[in-house]
């Protein structure tokens, strides 16, 4: 077991040796990394010590978020170099695929039903207004009276607006929308598992991947292309999607 000096000037660790080798072969350490062993106050060069001469080239791939830090803090051994940011939870405390595809399905249900009143209404104007369609006929297009969807429309953007107002406000108290409420996952900072406040999660994380799936939604299916690959990123590692590179947020359990 050792204990290095990151790139920050702090201390991470202990960490064994087969964790500070990947480390190494990461590029997040070098053989000029200052340790220690556990209970001595020597600091050492890595090179010095001798789990580690001459054994660098020859490591495994590195094993990404694998420590025993806690949601709340940075995995052990974070880089000599500069650049590197270690990951804030483990992958026993990184929230599952299982459960954010869950939230996902829960907000997608939240969403329908929010359009389902203003929806109701507009059909329920249509076939007033047009009752040949309530006994089964097809008119032309030319000859349906639209007046009655297009002054119901305010209401279906109304109950999206009031759901996405709800989502924006429990992400902001919380760090949870309604999904990850229910299935016991939250939103914090990647660097430090804090809180990542308004502007990580409601600004950065929320409205902007919402606005730009409105609009490329102009020229579909460009919406849905780019929440397929929005979830896609979730399979990474760190599971992290495309919206928490972009507000450096990660979800963990609660």
Request: charged share 15%.
């Amino acid at each position: 077991m050792f204990i290095i000096i990151g790139g920050d000037g702090k201390e991470y660790g202990p960490a064994t040796v087969q964790q500070v080798r990947s480390w190494i072969d990461g590029g997040r350490a070098n053989l000029d990394t200052q340790a220690r062993a556990p209970g001595s106050e020597e600091w050492r060069r890595l090179g010095d010590f001798v789990e580690f001469g001459g054994t660098v080239t020859a490591l495994p791939p590195p094993l990404p978020g694998v420590g025993s830090a806690g949601p709340a803090t940075t995995l052990a051994g974070a880089p000599a170099g500069p650049g590197f940011t270690a990951p804030v939870a483990s992958a026993g405390e990184l929230a599952g695929i299982g459960a954010r595809t869950g939230a996902a399905l829960v907000n997608a249900v939240f969403y329908f039903l929010s359009l389902l009143p203003g929806s109701l209404l507009m059909s329920k104007a249509l076939l007033e207004q047009n009752p040949q369609l309530a006994k089964g006929g097809v008119p032309r297009l030319e000859d349906l009276d639209l007046s009655g969807i297009l002054g119901n429309v305010i209401w279906v953007w109304a109950g999206l607006v009031a759901a996405l107002l709800l989502q924006a406000l429990l992400l902001a108290v919380r760090g949870q929308n309604l999904g990850k409420l229910l299935v016991g996952v939250r939103v914090v900072r990647f660097e430090t598992g804090a809180p990542a406040g308004f502007g990580r999660t409601v600004l950065l994380r929320f409205a902007l991947p919402v606005g730009l799936i409105f609009l490329l939604n102009v020229v579909f299916p460009l919406g849905l292309l780019f929440l397929l690959v929005d979830y896609f990123f979730m399979f990474r590692v760190d599971r992290r999607c495309l919206h928490d590179l972009l507000a450096g947020t990660i979800v963990v359990r609660t």
